[in-house]
């Protein structure tokens, strides 16, 4: 049975530091990898989706690798703001047709100013 | 823009009543889901759907059922809500790649 970790659990960094969440699974055989945000009390922000044959995918601030075959991925953040305090959650999708995506815990991000 | 969502953003119930959570997607999306999110347990798949009228349970389906007559639409049933089930509970639908998340219903049973 898949199982994603996403480690620290919590982090606190000062404004403009760079950082990395990490998050791995069990299961390598998957089909995509997906980084979710989700603010407090609200639903999930689609952030970045990798594909199983993709290492990595940028958007702005946002850079994230994959690394199948070691069963990691990890989120980086350039230049963190105070709006990028959130819960980060990494979910991957397994390899064969519908298979719903099985999600990490979250990691809680605060950047303070 | 793809859109999710969910029929109540809040909801407060008693022990015993019948409560549906509806969701409704505007993509055309074959697939949809209901997970429901509690601190320190992340987010738990309940049932999802890949076509209508079709139903797997997730991992958490006891205490609750689905229905999908129509495409757009997913629904979830408490058919006796108990404490325990106060909880966030999350939508999402997707067609073969990406996942969309509606904002979530709080739900209360006191």
């Known amino acids: 049975k898949q199982e994603v970790t996403q480690i620290p659990a919590a982090l606190s960094v000062p404004e403009g530091e760079n950082l990395v969440l990490n998050c791995s699974f069990t299961?390598?055989?998957?089909?995509?990898l997906q980084w979710f945000r989700q603010d407090p009390g609200k639903g999930l922000t689609s952030l970045l989706l990798?594909?199983?044959?993709?290492r990595e995918q940028t958007s702005g601030r946002l850079n994230a690798s994959l690394d199948k075959s070691s069963g990691r991925s990890t989120l980086y953040i350039a230049a963190s703001q105070p709006g990028d305090s959130a819960t980060y959650l990494c979910a991957v999708r397994g390899s064969s047709g519908n298979t719903p995506l099985v999600f990490g815990k979250g990691t809680r991000l605060s950047v303070i100013a | 823009d793809v859109k999710v969502t969910q029929s109540s953003r809040y909801l407060v119930k008693r022990t015993g009543e019948k409560v549906f959570l509806e969701c409704v997607q505007d993509m055309d999306h074959e697939n949809m889901f209901w997970y429901r999110q509690d601190p320190g347990l992340g987010l738990r798949l309940i049932y999802f759907s890949y076509d209508v009228k079709m139903k797997e349970k997730g991992d958490i389906p006891e205490g609750y059922s689905v229905s999908r007559e129509k495409k757009e639409r997913f629904s979830l049933i408490l058919e006796s809500a108990s404490t325990n089930q106060t909880s966030m509970y999350l939508c999402?639908?997707?067609?073969?790649?990406?996942?969309?998340f509606g904002p979530g219903t709080r739900l209360t049973v006191l």
């Open positions: 299961d390598s055989a998957i089909y995509n």
């Open positions: 999402a639908s997707s067609g073969q790649v990406i996942k969309y």
């Open positions: 990798i594909q199983s044959s993709q």
